[in-house]
């Protein structure tokens, strides 16, 4: 009996180290998802409104930062999105995988949001590069 108990405790404790230690792990990004050429050159349409991506932060807060953390920098159920290999990226490519998402890795879709909302998202997320614009292509 009290064998049992120690054996359920070290059990017990090392799930507690091992979750803990995968807490700790931001999750890897995946390189081989690429947007489709067309949706790439799409520009975004509030790229001269500083002022929407206020709205983009509150929505980022709600629906995105579970997995990418607060400050975007990534938790073990997402990947960092203030990376250079993410900012490299088009407005239409980051709008189209938020748009779209991959299934296939947890990334969930966010077409049933207005187009409006999800490209407030993608100003919120250039906010980590601390620009709001397009980069050049
Ligand atoms: C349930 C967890 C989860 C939520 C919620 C989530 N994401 Fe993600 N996101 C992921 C995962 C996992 C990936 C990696 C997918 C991949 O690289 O294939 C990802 C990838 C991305 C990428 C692509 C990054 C790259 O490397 O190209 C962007 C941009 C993104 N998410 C933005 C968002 C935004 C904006 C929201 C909120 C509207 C959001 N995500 C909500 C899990 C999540």
Redesign the pocket.
Known sequence: MRATMLASAALLLGAIVSSADQASKV?E??AS?VAPADRNARANPLANRPDAVAGGRK??HQ??S???GEDGRGTA???D?TTA??QA?TDGS?FW??SSG?T?????G?SF?PEPQRWQ?VL??RSHRGGTGSPQP
Not at 104 to 108: A, S
Request: hydrophobic share 40%; proline share 6%; net charge positive.
């Open positions: 999750r990004r995946d998802w929505l980022f629906r995105c579970t997995c990418h159920y997402g990947p999105l290999e993410v990226q980051l995988k938020i991959d296939r890795t947890g990334m969930p966010f949001l998202l919120h997320v």
